[in-house]
């Protein structure tokens, strides 16, 4: 194998990508990855054993370096290797406030020292996920483990970047990298995959208050789809800071902003509604962009994760930031201390662009975090207790190429008609323009928002729980019927596992780094099970099954 990799839904044959990403990873990306992973737990290893962890800064470094290895967010050789180095510092630099300079490392993640291109690659060899363990449970475990760190560390880098922080996080984020370098029994490993999901919520949690103290809480909106005669630019990905900030620095140019993908719930914030040049959402979700970035004619600037390898038709037209990147993009660099990112060349971009082409017309609605939702809970019960609503089902996640993804949109169509959907993450758009029509007009699908906002479906259910008086979530009338495609799902699986729901349908298929006596694990004390055919799904989420 040139390169192994798993972390992702659509990995080949549901096994693993061996020669090339099917996201479109590079063997030297996924090595080179493979290797930033090595050295961060080095940095965790370092800061164990100088026993003080680490400060805010080292700690955002780690959330950052994670949050590039997600799936579909940095393709860049280059910047990896620069990462690589600046983790390597950052231990040397723990290393040295440890009294005997560490002379027991573990392995030799406080040892190695290489920097170079071809240092790295050659490193890769000996430290990727196979390396982890020759037990296929253990290193399941530690693979399920990591990857709900890097969904942890995504959502606590956008918490990060409004200057929201929890030291918690950091710390378990810290535990957690160094105990994939350990010998730990399967025992531990589960009960360190449990806490997880309790770091998740919390970091959820956070990002949630980030969020809604910056922006106000997201309202119930009705949002456009069509377009303006004007010169426009797409902002995609998941960076609320970044759409403020290209909001401010275009208001007034005559240039128009629309949404894609993960972006779409940008348009719910109080806080950016005030800009007439935020016109609305264009697109789909994020596998759709190569027809939807060509036919928007004008620059696109991608926040975060959710790249697919660009077409030459917009490549020149194409920017990133953050911990987003790709080879031969124009990247906007990092805002100074206080400052704002300088979108200036996109925006001057814009002005020289034709408007976008219309694809579609009319609007969808969204806005239903919970917040919005809550205040609407008396009407709400009131249904329920009326029988007008029978149940909810939670169809939150993510969208993905698969045909087999169809699933969903059939489960959305053929749902009683007194059935309420709850969904956040791009998995909505399988159904998010459907006419599913509404119950006592309380809308059929209810869109929290952004995958981070799977938090608002949480405290939803546990607000039912409360006001219907039972003892345990499962009592409620609610199923979870779960589209998974990377690593943030998986944190968000490990957050609701946390919160003790059980029987969650996950699909399109389960997920490849699970063993089958993981799997088991997972069935026995959660009732995990995989998406089945639509009818019979439907039909057992009725009868609470």
């Avoid at 910056?214 to 009705?222: F, L, V």
């Avoid at 950016?272 to 759709?288: A, I």
Wanted: aromatic fraction near 8%.
């Amino acid at each position: 194998m040139s390169m192994f990799c798993f972390q992702c839904q659509e990995t080949a044959r549901n096994i693993g990508c061996t020669v090339n990403g099917v996201c479109g990873k590079k063997e030297s990306t996924s090595n080179l990855q493979d290797v930033l992973i090595f050295a961060l737990q080095g940095v965790a290893v370092a800061a164990e054993q100088q026993g003080q962890g680490l400060d805010q800064a080292q700690g955002v470094f780690v959330l950052k370096s994670l949050f590039s290895t997600i799936t579909n967010a940095n393709f860049d050789d280059d910047r990896m290797v620069e990462l690589i180095t600046e983790a390597l510092k950052l231990r040397e630099e723990l290393k040295a406030n440890v009294a005997d300079k560490l002379n027991n490392p573990v392995g030799d993640v406080l040892s190695w020292n290489g920097t170079t291109m071809e240092e790295c690659l050659s490193k890769a060899k000996s430290v990727g996920i196979m390396s982890f363990s020759d037990n296929e449970d253990i290193r399941s475990l530690k693979s399920l483990l990591l990857f709900g760190l890097k969904g942890i560390a995504a959502y606590g880098d956008h918490a990060a970047v409004l200057n929201y922080h929890n030291d918690d996080v950091i710390a378990f984020v810290v535990k957690a990298l160094a105990a994939v370098t350990k010998d730990l029994s399967v025992d531990e490993l589960i009960a360190m995959v449990l806490e997880s999901g309790e770091v998740a919520v919390k970091t959820m949690a956070l990002l949630d208050e980030a969020n809604t103290t910056s922006y106000g809480h997201p309202e119930i909106t009705k949002v456009n789809i069509g377009v303006r005669n004007n010169p426009a630019i797409l902002i995609s990905g998941h960076d609320l800071k970044d759409m403020e900030e290209l909001l401010q620095q275009t208001e007034g140019t005559g240039v128009d902003v629309y949404t894609h993908s993960e972006m779409l719930p940008g348009n719910y914030y109080p806080d950016f509604k005030k800009y007439e040049n935020l016109v609305g959402n264009y697109g789909s979700s994020w596998w759709h962009q190569k027809e939807d970035f060509e036919s928007f004619n004008g620059p696109i600037l991608m926040t975060t994760n959710c790249t697919v390898p660009l077409k030459d038709s917009y490549r020149d037209r194409f920017f990133t930031t953050g911990m987003a990147g790709y080879p031969g993009a124009k990247h906007i660099p990092d805002r100074a201390q206080g400052g704002a990112k300088d979108f200036s060349a996109v925006i001057e971009l814009a002005k020289t662009c034709p408007p976008p082409k219309e694809i579609e017309t009319g609007e969808i609605v969204g806005g239903f975090a919970h917040h919005q939702v809550l205040a609407l809970a008396d009407k709400i019960v009131e249904a329920v207790k009326s029988g007008a609503i029978k149940r909810f089902v939670v169809m939150a996640g993510c969208d993905g190429r698969q045909a087999v993804r169809s699933y969903f949109t059939d489960v959305a169509r053929e749902l009683p008609k007194d059935t309420v959907i709850l969904t956040a993450g791009c998995a909505k758009y399988r159904y998010n323009k459907l006419d599913l029509g509404d119950i006592g007009g309380i809308p059929r699908v209810l869109d929290a928002g952004q995958c981070n906002d799977s938090y608002s479906l949480a405290v939803i259910a546990l607000k039912l729980k409360e006001v219907f008086g039972v003892d345990d979530i499962n009592q409620l009338p609610i199923s979870f019927d779960i589209a998974w495609y990377e690593q943030k799902a998986v944190t968000v699986l490990l957050a609701l596992l946390h919160l003790g729901v059980k029987g969650i349908r996950l699909g399109p298929t389960l997920p490849a780094f699970l063993s089958l006596n993981v799997v088991k694990i997972l069935v026995e004390n959660f009732d995990i099970k995989p998406i089945g055919q639509v009818a019979e799904d439907i039909e057992a989420m009725m009868a609470g099954k």
